[in-house]
């Protein structure tokens, strides 16, 4: 399906901006002191990308539409995900408030943002680690082409409400670059994310 290989593509950079938020954490905890600019560059693509227009993608077009085929079950383990997407955008209003707390000198936020962050990253995994290796290949499973087509119309829209000429490959792998992560062109085999869903 054409929808699952663009959601497999963004999770590619999701997991490298997760790498660049766990430098900048182990800095922090070393150094106690926080490397701002760069947890807010993080920051700020988890939410506009990974918590904003991937979430977005999942929501209205891909888990949407598989709660229209999907067993109970199924429909359950949907469910799941939704509350993940939720808790990862208030676990992130949180980070938010630390990084603005370390930014003012506050030592316990700096502090709250480490614990917090390895958090987030953990949760986040797990979250895409289940998504590649439950939902994806249930969705492959469920849902035929038309499904797909629309789902990449929808997708497609999404994109369009993006700033105009933003390269979200390009501002991850500057920021890649910025941080110290080493990115990777080849993605993650299947027994990786299998390790990460636990
Ligand atoms: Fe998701
Ligand atoms: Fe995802």
């Given amino acids: 399906m054409q929808a699952i290989e663009i959601l497999e593509r963004e999770h590619h950079l999701v997991l490298h901006l997760l790498e660049c938020l766990e430098v900048v954490v182990n800095e922090a905890e070393g150094k106690g002191q926080l490397r701002s600019p760069h947890a807010a560059e993080i920051l700020s693509l988890m939410e506009f990308f990974a918590d904003g227009s991937h979430q977005r993608k999942e929501e209205e077009g891909l888990f949407s539409r598989l709660l229209r085929r999907a067993a109970l079950s199924q429909r359950l383990y949907v469910g799941r995900l939704f509350a993940d997407h939720a808790r990862d955008r208030h676990d992130l209003r949180s980070l938010h408030s630390n990084l603005m ?3 003012y000198g506050d030592p316990l936020s700096t ?12 949760s986040h995994r797990k979250h895409m680690g289940r998504e590649q290796v439950v939902l994806y290949p249930m969705a492959e499973r469920l849902l035929d082409e038309r499904d797909d087509a629309m789902i990449v119309r929808g997708f497609a829209a999404i994109d369009n409400g993006l700033p105009p000429g933003l390269d979200l490959a ?13 990115f990777r062109e080849e993605r993650l085999p299947p027994a990786a994310f299998a390790e990460m869903a636990g």
């Avoid at 502090?111 to 953990?122: D, K, N, P, Q, T």
């Fill in 101 to 103: 707390g370390a930014v």
């Fill in 111 to 122: 502090r709250e943002f480490v614990v917090r962050s390895r958090r987030y990253i953990l």
């Fill in 170 to 182: 390009t501002k991850v792998r500057g920021l890649c670059a910025r941080v110290g992560v080493g």
